[in-house]
């Protein structure tokens, strides 16, 4: 058996067999091609325009899609999933599609732009170039709206204006702009009633209200001598201590209300309500059954146990809230509260206006004294003037004229 019997020959029966079949099956697909019915598309073009190599935007495009498709990331490099074969960057991967890949690319770019491969009639060409007919009227030139349209304004109508938000309204705005005085929460509240108290707590309430008292009383009264007591509060003088805390309590019930609205103040802000009942000292967390309850219990331990940490708070709270109206300015733009008295500030008024005064008075001094030695010197270039017996001299001085003002040089 020799070489050529087992590679075959090119004239063979199996090829002509082969191409019998591919001629019958050629055959077939023209007679199936000629019984479809005709279709309404355009007949597609050459693939000469828009083949495998074109190089076009939509052609740029559909590779790219194409390429996305069919490759598959290996590393730093790309892997063809059709061949395997692997390439470096995607620029080298277009061209292996465009070159080995031809067919499939140009189907693909069938299937997705089918715009691409139809055929326009010269009838369709020509209507659309009739139709780019280009107007020279003033109105399609220049563009603009027309002159008897008043409400038109750029091709749309114009717009009411929107009304303002309620907020900026005039009636709004004077209603924002009146002041408001809102009252501190403490005034608004109530007092606590006694009815649930027993007789025990209405003893520790008249207990808590005679230490107050007493408490406002040593604090106003001054003793000079033991014959002699000055009232703090109006400066007048009594024979005894008990005389004064006598007047203290009749004559100065306002300063003692004014004092007893800051402890209620106090009071208010140091008990909280606890749901769903009762209430809690904040300043030691005890829970209460009721507001009066924790009332008394602040009073208690301020006043008669004399606690370290109740009466730290009281003390730091009276101290802040009873100067609050000294803290206000006197209209100089110093402020009494800012360790500094009233008396010290008045001194120092007084202080600043007497160094003025004293500034003012050596100025007036000193423009006097210029203008005294102003007049000296006028006098007695004057004399000196009448006394010489310069030729020179005397020749200026019949050539100058009245108001002139002449050097001395002489010396």
């Not at 740029?60 to 490759?71: H, P, S």
């Not at 309620?166 to 608004?188: D, K, L, N, S, V």
């Not at 006598?246 to 609205?261: K, S, T, V, Y």
């Amino acid at each position: 058996m020799g070489l050529d019997s087992l590679l075959g020959d090119y004239g063979s029966d199996d090829d002509q067999s082969d191409g019998q079949g591919h001629a019958s099956a050629g055959t077939a697909c023209r007679n199936q091609a000629q019984k479809m019915p005709a279709t309404k598309e355009f007949p597609l073009k050459d693939d000469g325009e828009h083949g495998c190599a074109c190089n076009c935007e939509d052609c740029k495009g559909l590779l790219a899609r194409y390429a996305a498709k069919n490759l598959q990331t290996k590393g730093v490099r790309f892997r063809c999933k059709m061949c395997g074969e692997m390439v470096g960057t995607k620029a080298a991967a277009g061209q292996h599609f465009q070159r080995m890949h031809a067919a499939d690319l140009q189907d693909f770019k069938r299937k997705k732009g089918p715009h691409l491969f139809r055929a326009v009639p010269r009838s369709d060409v020509a209507s659309v170039l009739m139709s780019r007919t280009v107007s020279f009227a003033r109105e399609d030139v220049l563009r603009k709206r027309p002159v008897d349209v008043d409400s038109s304004f750029g091709g749309w109508t114009k717009k009411a204006k929107p009304e303002p938000p309620p907020c900026e309204t005039e009636a709004y705005q004077a209603a924002a702009a009146e002041p408001i005085f809102t009252a501190p929460p403490w005034e608004g509240k109530s007092r606590p009633t006694d009815d649930d108290a027993t007789e025990m707590d209405k003893d520790v309430d008249r207990r808590i209200a005679a230490a107050q008292l007493r408490r406002f009383s040593t604090r106003n009264i001054l003793e000079i001598t033991p014959q002699t007591v000055r009232c703090k509060l109006c400066y007048k003088t009594f024979g005894s201590t008990a005389e004064t805390e006598r007047h203290i309590g009749e004559a100065h019930q306002d300063d003692f209300i004014r004092e007893q609205q800051i402890w209620e103040r106090f009071l208010h802000t140091s008990c909280r309500r606890q749901p769903p009942f009762g209430w809690v000292c904040k300043i030691c967390q005890i829970f209460f059954p009721s507001d009066g309850a924790v009332w008394r219990h602040l009073g208690k331990e301020v006043y008669i146990r004399r606690e370290e940490r109740h009466m730290n708070l009281w003390h730091e709270k009276e101290d802040r809230w009873g100067h609050e109206e000294d803290e206000e300015c006197c209209g100089d733009g110093m402020n009494f509260a800012s360790k500094l008295s009233y008396d010290s500030v008045r001194k120092l008024q007084e202080e600043a206006r007497r160094l003025q005064e004293d500034q003012e008075a050596r100025q007036i001094d000193a423009s006097a004294a210029t203008c005294r030695g102003s007049n000296d010197g006028d006098s007695e270039e004057e004399e000196e003037a009448e006394d010489a017996d310069d030729p020179k001299d005397s020749k200026r001085g019949k050539t100058q004229e009245v108001g002139s003002v002449t050097f001395i040089n002489e010396f």
